[in-house]
C-alpha cells in the first residue's frame, strides 16, 4: 500500500504564492500529493477556486489560512485547518490584518522612499494585483528595479529587523489568532517553529502558551528543515501532547524551501494532525 502525501502548507495568488490557485491545485495533483492545505497569509480568498479545481482531482482539499500573529514583540505564524471560511469572526479578525497590511505596506514604502526608493508602493502593489499585500511583493519589485539579485538578498538587505525597509509590525495576538481558528472549527498548527530563532526556554514558552489557548498541533515538519530541529519539535510536541503536522510552504517559486509535496517522511513517534478528521 503506497503511503498517502500530506502537503498542509501552501500558497496562492491570494496571497505572495506565484500560482493561481486552481493551478497550484493542478500541480499538487500531479506531483502525487493526496491532501493539500491551501494555507494563504491572512485570507481565504483562493479556497473558493482551489475548491473548484479540486472536485475533479484525486486530491483532497482542506480550507486553510495562515495567521500573521506579534508574540514577544515577534512575528510568528499559526495556520488554521479545516476552518469555516464563512465564518463571520474570522473573516473580520482577517479584515483587520488586511487593512494593517495596506497600511503597513505605506510605511513600508516610506521608509525605502527615505532612502532613495521610489514608487514602492505602486510597484508591490502592481505584484500583489488586488491581493493581500505582503512583503514578498516588495521584494519582486525590488529585484525587478535591481536593488538585488534575488528574493533572499532582497530579504536580507531591506526588508528584516534594523533594515531600511522594515516596519515592526502589530499583528493579532497569539489568543486572538487561535480564538478565530477554533470558532471558526479549524485545528490550529504553529507554522516552521524552527524559523523564528527563538531559544529553546522560549520556545517552551510559545508552546506552552499556544496549549494553554487550546493550541492543538505544531509544524514538526517545513521545507528544507535540519534533521536536528525536527528531532527537538518531535521531542517537544511529545512532551506537551501536541499533534504533529508537515507542510512545504510553497509558494510556487523556484528558490522555495521544498516543493509541493516534498516532504520527509512523518516522525513515527508523532501523532500526525490528520488522525483528528479520519
Ligand atoms: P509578510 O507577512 O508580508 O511580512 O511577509 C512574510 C513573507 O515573506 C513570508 O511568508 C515569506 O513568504 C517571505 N519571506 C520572509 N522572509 C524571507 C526571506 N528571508 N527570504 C524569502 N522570503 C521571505
Ligand atoms: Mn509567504
Ligand atoms: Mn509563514
Ligand atoms: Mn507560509
Known amino acids: 500500500m503506497s503511503t498517502t502525501i500530506y502537503d498542509l502548507h501552501t500558497h496562492s495568488t491570494a496571497s505572495d504564492g506565484t500560482l493561481h490557485p486552481a493551478v497550484l491545485v493542478q500541480q499538487a495533483a500531479d506531483q502525487g500529493v493526496d491532501v493539500l492545505a491551501l494555507t494563504d497569509h491572512d485570507c481565504t480568498a483562493g479556497l473558493a477556486e482551489a475548491s473548484v479545481a479540486s472536485a475533479n482531482l484525486a486530491l483532497r482539499l482542506i480550507h486553510g489560512v495562515e495567521i500573521s500573529v506579534t508574540w514577544n514583540q515577534g512575528t510568528i505564524h499559526i495556520l488554521g485547518l479545516k476552518i469555516d471560511q464563512g465564518n463571520l469572526a474570522l473573516q473580520l479578525g482577517l479584515q483587520m490584518l488586511q487593512a494593517y497590511r495596506n497600511e503597513r505596506a505605506l510605511e513600508i514604502a516610506h521608509q525605502l522612499q527615505k532612502i532613495g526608493i521610489e514608487g514602492a508602493f505602486e510597484g508591490a502593489l502592481c505584484y500583489a494585483q488586488g491581493n493581500i499585500l505582503s512583503r514578498t511583493h516588495f521584494a519582486r519589485f525590488l529585484v525587478e528595479k535591481g536593488y538585488a539579485k534575488d528574493i533572499q538578498s532582497v530579504f ?22 487561535l480564538a478565530w481558528i477554533h470558532n471558526a472549527g479549524g485545528i490550529s498548527v504553529i507554522a516552521h517553529p524552527a524559523r523564528y530563532k527563538l531559544t529553546r526556554k522560549r520556545l517552551i514558552q510559545l508552546f506552552g502558551e499556544f ?38 510552504d510553497y509558494h510556487g517559486t523556484q528558490n522555495d524551501r521544498a516543493h509541493l509535496g516534498q516532504i520527509s517522511s512523518f516522525p513515527v513517534d508523532c501523532k500526525p494532525v490528520w488522525n483528528l478528521w479520519q
Do not use: M, N
Request: net charge negative; aromatic share 6%; charged share 20%.
Open 156 to 177: 536580507k538587505h531591506y526588508l528584516v529587523p534594523s533594515k531600511p525597509g522594515y516596519v515592526a509590525s502589530c499583528w493579532a495576538t497569539l489568543e486572538q489568532a
Open 211 to 248: 496549549k494553554e489557548c487550546g493550541g492543538i498541533a505544531l509544524e514538526v515538519i517545513s521545507g528544507h528543515q535540519q534533521p536536528e530541529e525536527t528531532a527537538q519539535l518531535v521531542g517537544l510536541a511529545r512532551e506537551l501532547d501536541l499533534f504533529g503536522s508537515c507542510g512545504s
